[in-house]
């Protein structure tokens, strides 16, 4: 359920491959930040030794780099939306029929909102993209 790749997606995506030699069709900016997700197997090959591929790919995009493992199916939803958040915490994932619910607590809220809700807009972009559902934070 992978979303529509652009050009600059695209270019990220080649660049992942060249640097590390692994592929991967899941890339997404999320908080200035540009992840990869990659197969759980290939994690530690994408990170390189030393995290030296990580380092170099910010060099090129001047943007920092997070490689992530790749979920399985909406039952990793939880995992892979605590990894891309990370540092901020939240309670919970809640997986309803047509959406999930993010119970963020009082604290993280804001946080994981975003200044006019642009953090919002790019996690619920993520989750249509990779789960094909949309994300409420309560």
């Known amino acids: 359920m992978a979303g529509t790749i652009t050009m600059q997606k695209m270019r990220y995506i080649n660049s992942l491959n060249q640097v590390s030699r692994v592929r991967t069709s899941r890339c997404f900016v999320y ?5 990869f997700a990659v ?13 030296k591929n990580i380092r170099t790919l910010q060099d090129i995009f001047s943007k920092r780099v997070k490689i992530i493992i790749e979920p399985a ?11 891309v958040v990370d540092p901020v915490q939240f ?7 047509d959406h999930f619910v ?7 809220k804001a946080a994981l909102i975003g200044r006019n809700k642009r953090r919002l807009i790019e996690l ?3 989750m249509i993209d ?3 559902k949309a994300l409420r934070i309560v």
């Open 31 to 35: 908080n200035n930040t540009i992840f």
């Open 39 to 51: 197969p759980r197997e290939f994690v530690s090959k994408a990170i390189g030794t030393g995290a």
């Open 73 to 83: 199916g909406n039952y990793d939803a939880e995992r892979f939306i605590r990894s």
């Open 91 to 97: 309670k919970s994932l809640e997986e309803k029929e």
């Open 102 to 108: 993010l119970n963020a607590g009082s604290r993280n």
């Open 124 to 126: 619920s972009q993520i």
């Open 130 to 132: 990779n789960f094909g």
